[in-house]
């Protein structure tokens, strides 16, 4: 394994860096004071609409050629493989809304790449497009309340043909990027054919135009109190929602297949943004620590907190070193050869996140659970995604599975 980077990536690298350093850690606050200004609570979810300092920056990263970074294969992208982006994946994870700055923000990312693997030309030409240069956002529709959706099997959603045209009934909820008004697509997953033989081949995923009859947003769904607006987590009504028979993607009982290929690459984005995180967390620590004076002493002097700042250090390292493993044998062998490893770092990732995240917390006192310092918000995202694109435990059971397999023949 060679996690060398090649030049084009150290010289990404460094403008990618230099543009964080210039244009995203200044505006920290600036950005969550807009955010407070345009009122984006739960309640008022209707209104969410662009950030201005993200809009007034996204040109800006465009000029720098720090543009639709993740997308390997198109050539409308940044033409990096899954280590190369991992690297660029982790700066832009130092804060989290700076992803969207540079168009490479879930779920527009794995949309954008389903399409591009999976859609006509057509499908692109349409909805694609528009999404690679930034003008409308998407969402992905596919976990449901009434089932555990962890297994996919459950979805109890369809999508019923009817002449020229689908018919889409179901409930889903966390569908993120729903709340944003910017939001005109919705990739929805369902059954096709509900009672076929083949479980794996009764799903399909289909397209669905915002503004199409017969679809309600009820509400978005706060995360530990937090809104994660302008984007949103909503729970959505699907009540006989019609579009074409051309909306289909890949063909009918494909919804598994295309799943296995745009969750892959989601999953190596999800833990390097938390790699970025931790790290930042792990400079607060160290800083609290320095600077605070308990009983007399800085806390950098006390043991407890040094043996979590070195156990952060470890975690951290440990972490990295296995996503961009995963991320090497996913270029060299794809996604369904790779999927241990791709199990094994969405387990690590998170819940590496949540322990640096939560010790930097306990560093910094009352204020650690407060707004004041980004903590109590990065632990709710690392949280959160132990759940997001399968829970630990779904994860777990597939690495043991998989684990056993090769002593089952001996």
């Not at 790449?113 to 998407?138: C, H, N, V, Y």
């Not at 081949?201 to 135009?209: A, G, K």
């Not at 017969?214 to 019609?242: W, Y």
């Not at 995604?385 to 435990?393: C, S, T, V, W």
Request: charge should be neutral; glycine fraction near 10%; proline fraction near 5%.
């Amino acid at each position: 394994m060679d996690f060398d980077l090649s030049p084009k990536v150290k010289e990404l690298s460094a403008r990618l860096n230099a543009f964080m350093e210039e244009h995203i850690y200044p505006n920290q606050d600036l950005y969550q004071q807009q955010l407070q200004e345009m009122g984006y609570g739960i309640e008022h979810w209707e209104n969410w609409g662009a950030v201005p300092i993200i809009e007034e920056l996204k040109p800006k990263a465009r000029a720098a050629g720090l543009w639709n970074l993740f997308l390997p294969d198109s050539g409308k992208g940044g033409g990096l493989s899954n280590l190369e982006y991992a690297t660029l994946c982790e700066i832009m994870g130092r804060a989290l809304w700076s992803a969207e700055v540079f168009n490479c923000s879930a779920p527009d990312t794995g949309n954008i790449e389903t399409l591009e693997r999976f859609g006509t030309e057509e499908q692109k030409r349409q909805w694609m497009d528009p999404l690679l240069a930034g003008e409308i956002r998407s969402c992905f529709a596919m976990t449901e309340p009434d089932v555990a959706s962890s297994d996919a099997r459950n979805i109890g959603s369809t999508i019923i043909r009817d002449g020229d045209e689908y018919v889409i009934n179901g409930r889903k909820w966390w569908s993120s990027g729903s709340g944003d008004s910017r939001c005109k697509l919705f990739i929805f997953m369902g059954k096709t054919d509900p009672d076929g033989a083949d479980v794996y081949r009764q799903q399909s995923m289909i397209l669905v135009p915002r503004d199409t009859p017969g679809i309600t947003i009820k509400r978005m769904l706060p995360v530990f109190g937090f809104s994660d607006a302008p984007h949103g987590h909503g729970e959505i009504i699907f009540d006989n929602v019609r579009v074409p028979v051309s909306n289909i993607l890949l063909g009918e009982g494909r919804g598994f297949e295309i799943a296995q290929g745009r969750l892959g690459p989601g999953r190596i984005h999800h833990c390097m943004r938390l790699i970025g995180q931790a790290e930042v967390a792990l400079e607060k620590m160290c800083k609290r620590a320095l600077q605070r004076h308990p009983f007399g002493k800085p806390l950098a002097d006390q043991g407890v907190t040094r043996e979590r700042i070195a156990q952060s250090r470890i975690l951290i390292d440990q972490a990295r070193l296995l996503v961009l493993n995963a991320a090497d044998k996913m270029d060299k062998v794809g996604n369904r050869e790779a999927r241990k490893e791709i199990g094994m770092i969405k387990v690590a990732a998170p819940n590496m996140a949540c322990q640096v995240i939560d010790w930097a917390i306990q560093a910094h006192g009352g204020g650690g659970v407060s707004n004041d310092f980004g903590l109590s918000y990065a632990y709710s995202r690392a949280r959160a995604i132990r759940l997001a694109d399968g829970p630990d435990e779904v994860h777990r059971d597939q690495i043991a599975r998989l684990e056993l397999r090769q002593y089952k023949t001996q």
